[in-house]
């Protein structure tokens, strides 16, 4: 499985999930947000190529007229350094920059994770000097055009 690889998990921990593990996150995500004001929005990354899975990109659209897009990526490591990631965020972000709905895109990068700064970097968003409790970074992109809260 693309996403089975320990070494995924360098930066956020953890281990892989079993075989039914997914399966259960998959059934919770695709059942959609207990909140019905959130939105879980979830893409596979596919090779061009053959079409073989190669990650996933995710955003988290908060609540409000004028919300926060939380985004995530996860790129199997065969297809790791090969641009997967940040042509998918780049496309992430930009789609979700069309949302009227959306203010704010916003990314938490592990700061040794030097990869996924770069894929951040290369969707245009930019860190914003906080830090969380988890050592994470928060980088930001304000969508907004000026329609809403900005990017903070």
Known sequence: M????????????????????????????????????????????????????????????????V?????????????????????????LVGWLGRRPDVAVVVAHVHPAHHASAAVASAAGLVPSGEVREDGEARWVLDVSGGRGRSGS
Do not use: C, K, M
């Open 2 to 65: 693309v996403l089975s690889d320990p070494a995924l998990h360098a930066f956020i921990g953890g281990v892989p999930d079993t075989l039914e593990e997914l399966r259960a996150r998959y059934r919770r995500i695709t059942a959609g947000s207990p909140d019905p004001g959130v939105s879980w929005l979830n893409w596979v990354v596919r090779a061009r190529e053959g079409g073989r899975l190669a990650g996933t990109v995710q955003a988290t659209v908060g609540p409000g007229p």
């Open 67 to 91: 919300a926060e897009a939380e985004v995530a990526w996860v790129v199997g490591t065969p297809w790791q350094g090969r641009g997967f990631a940040s042509e998918a965020a780049r496309a």
